[in-house]
Each structure stands twice: as C-alpha cells, then as structure tokens.
Nanobody, 120 residues
C-alpha cells in the first residue's frame, strides 16, 4: 500500500526557517511530479511548489526566493526548505505525488498534512 508521510512542521517566529520532508513508501512502480500544497484557515488549498522527476521546479509567486523544493530519488523523498517565514505562511502543508503502484495504476496521492505556524 502506497503512503506519503510528511514531517518537519512546527511553530516558528517570523523570519525563521523550517524544512519539510515527504517520503513515499510502499509498492511503487514509478513516481512522476511531486509537490507541496498548503491550506490556510478559511482559504482554498493552493500549490506552493512542484518538482518533476528530472528536477524542473515551479513556485507560487508568494514563495519565490524564500522556499526551495528538492528531490532525492534514491529515497523517494522531497523536501521544502522554507526561509524568511511570514505569518501568512501559516497553513497545513500537504505533499502530493503522481505515482504508479505495482499494478501500474496511476493515481494522485496525498499526504496527511503537517501544520506550520508562524508567529509575528
């Protein structure tokens, strides 16, 4: 059974940093695009950053220059390095992966979410 497990969330002061991790595990045939999304209270979920299997990246305008997404294909893991955090970055952050399992069924998978809270 395929799972995405996130870690690294927490409470930080404005201007601080956090690094989120997301590890995919289970009977995986292949993994394509992976990304980070977030949902703040009262708001819709939005894309934060995405990374292809080849390492190409895209970022939301609100995080460009502050956040960096990276990928370790040997560990089936992605990371989100978050610097210069602001209170408006407060949200539940979710990992997402387009993935084929051992039966070669391709699906969009979501992690359970990890809370990031930035105090002013």
């Amino acid at each position: 059974q395929v799972q995405l497990v996130e870690s690294g969330g927490g409470l930080v002061q404005a201007g601080g940093s956090l690094r989120l991790s997301c590890a995919a595990s289970g009977s995986i045939f292949s993994i394509g695009v992976m990304g980070w999304y977030r949902q703040a209270p009262g708001k819709q979920r939005e894309v934060v950053a995405r990374i292809t299997g080849g390492g190409s990246t895209n970022y939301a305008d609100s995080v460009k220059g502050r956040f960096t997404i990276s990928r370790d294909n040997t560990k089936n893991t992605i990371y989100l390095q978050m610097n210069s955090l602001r209170p408006e970055d407060t949200a539940v952050y979710y990992c997402n992966a387009l993935l084929s399992d051992s039966s070669r069924l391709t699906q969009n998978y979501w992690g359970q979410g990890t809370q990031v809270t930035v105090s002013s």
